[in-house]
């Protein structure tokens, strides 16, 4: 059950750097559009892309909780969170956001079993 749940973070953990890398409008930084996808640049996954990232926060410590111990939801989600912004360092967060909803799907899957 604690490798489902590290697998688990680590999908979360992704969605949550997707979340990171999407720019937002009215950054100095006026390029950081032209580094993803338009789905990314629009204005409604610039308010999905947060709710999806926060969601899967609190999902992690939640699943934690409830599944293994209160130190599993506290503590373990962080470091799966700092692998994951580390395996994928571009700045495009489609692959981060797509890889990290198969993850979790798989993860999901695997928790009913």
């Known amino acids: 059950m604690l ?10 953990g992704l969605l949550q750097s997707a979340w990171v890398k999407t720019p937002t409008r009215g950054l100095s930084d006026s390029y950081g559009f032209l580094d993803v996808p338009l789905v990314f ?8 892309l947060p709710i999806i990232g926060l969601g899967s926060l ?14 599993a939801g506290i503590f373990l ?8 912004s580390i395996v994928i360092p571009s700045k ?14 798989g993860s999901v ?4 079993l």
């Open 41 to 48: 640049a629009e204005t409604r996954m610039q308010i999905l």
């Open 3 to 12: 490798i489902e749940y590290i697998i688990f973070c680590f999908g979360a």
């Open 58 to 71: 609190i999902a992690e410590i939640a699943v934690g909780w409830i599944l293994i111990s209160w130190w």
């Open 77 to 84: 989600w962080i470091p799966a969170l700092l692998v994951a």
């Open 109 to 112: 899957i695997s928790f009913s």
């Open 92 to 105: 495009n967060p489609a692959p981060s956001f797509f890889i990290g909803i198969l993850i979790i799907i």
